[in-house]
């Protein structure tokens, strides 16, 4: 089961030997967030895989506001209903390169476009564009993605919990955090990369070598973060 943050809190005093060390307001609050965060974008969580399905498109409409909610961090697919073939979603292709989205604009009206495109058109508004223009109206746009984890906040750190299902990767999360406070605080003794090399044997096993990132295996000298 998920672990509240202050049950996180007390196993990263507990690791880093520090009955000082708080994840619930000022710079640990800060750091412990981007640690987590940082954990959620490097590995396949099935507890952020999440679809979103609330745009739909417009007969010969290019572009449609983006979701605020939720927050992909990684698109693994976008998919459209095809209407010409009993509404079946087929997928819908990154464009790589502005070649190919110039020559799409001139293509006759699909049922499934070749290629999306994310943009935007102000600090504020983010949109999804596909080229040729979509023939039918009311087709489903289903976004498949990890999503951004919520943060931690100061308030009820009883109450807020991680994602993770599996107790040991809250494990691996706590040695994580307790190695970046060491080693900001100036840890000399191989103690911060000792409690890293921890957190890295549960990600491998979790995951296998082959997922994990290489950098990860660098060693503790720097903090990963640096607020």
Excluded at 46 to 53: A, M, P, V
Excluded at 87 to 93: G, H, I, Q, S
Excluded at 104 to 121: G, N, V
Excluded at 167 to 172: G, L, M, Q, T
Aim: proline residues 6%; negative net charge.
């Amino acid at each position: 089961m998920p672990r509240t943050l202050k049950t996180i809190q007390e196993g990263c005093q507990i690791a880093a030997r520090d009955s000082n060390l708080t994840l619930i307001s000022g710079d640990g609050l800060i750091v412990s967030n981007r640690l987590y965060r940082w954990l959620c974008l490097m590995f396949p969580w099935g507890e952020l895989r999440r679809q979103d399905t609330s745009l739909s498109t417009t007969a010969g409409t290019e572009a449609y506001t983006w979701p605020s909610s939720p927050v992909f961090l990684d698109i693994k697919s976008i998919e459209i209903q095809d209407q010409d073939k009993e509404n079946e979603y087929r997928l819908v292709y990154p464009c790589t390169n502005e070649w190919i989205w110039n020559e799409s604009s001139r293509k006759s009206r699909q049922s499934i476009p070749d290629h999306y495109l994310r943009i935007s058109t102000s600090d504020t508004v983010n949109q999804i564009a596909f080229r040729p223009l979509p023939k039918y109206t009311s087709a489903t746009i289903r976004i498949t993605g990890i999503i951004e984890p919520t943060l931690w906040n100061s308030n009820n750190a009883s109450v807020q919990k991680s994602i993770f299902l599996n107790e040991i990767v809250d494990d691996a999360l706590e040695y994580l955090i307790a190695s970046e406070w060491i080693v900001r605080d100036g840890d000399t003794s191989g103690y911060g990369q000792f409690l890293l090399d921890k957190a890295l044997r549960i990600l491998t096993e979790v995951f296998g070598k082959e997922q994990v990132p290489v950098e990860l295996f660098r060693p503790a000298s720097a903090p990963i973060s640096n607020p």
